[in-house]
Nanobody, 131 residues
Framework: QVHLAESGGGLVQTGGSLRLSCAAS?????????????MGWFRQAPGKEREFVAA????????YYADSVKGRFTISRDNAKSTLFLQLNNLKPEDTAVYYC???????????????????WGQGTQVTVSL
């Protein structure tokens, strides 16, 4: 069983920055095993469906962003530390949401953008952007 724990959310003013982290643990999820998982970030605002934010392949060589965050957010990973990151810059009020990380066991180097493609999810961390 894979356990994902997000952290780093908070309240920030428009134009501010945050760095989210997602620590992976549990079962056989060792530093070596994290290289066998594609990872992604999603977010969900009140009354809205969960939406894709960013995805990264198992070795970090393929990355994809939603148009709404491209140029402002940066996804990265440190497989040795079993940690996924999301740097959020130039935040806007419409970025307010609960942010979730997700993992998918893979054997090839693709990224994935659909929630249904992922196997494990964290509990989420709240990001609130004020005017």
């Amino acid at each position: 069983q894979v356990h994902l724990a997000e952290s780093g959310g908070g309240l920030v003013q428009t134009g501010g920055s945050l760095r989210l982290s997602c620590a992976a643990s549990g079962g056989t999820f060792s530093a070596i095993d994290m290289a066998g998982y594609a990872m992604g970030w999603f977010r969900q605002a009140p009354g809205k469906e969960r939406e894709f934010v960013a995805a990264i392949s198992r070795l970090g060589d393929k990355i994809y962003y939603a148009d709404s965050v491209k140029g402002r957010f940066t996804i990265s990973r440190d497989n040795a530390k079993s940690t996924l990151f999301l740097q959020l810059n130039n935040l806007k009020p419409e970025d307010t949401a609960v942010y979730y990380c997700a993992s998918k066991r893979v054997y090839y180097g693709n990224y994935y953008t659909q929630p249904r493609e992922y196997d494990y999810w964290g509990q989420g961390t709240q990001v609130t952007v004020s005017l």
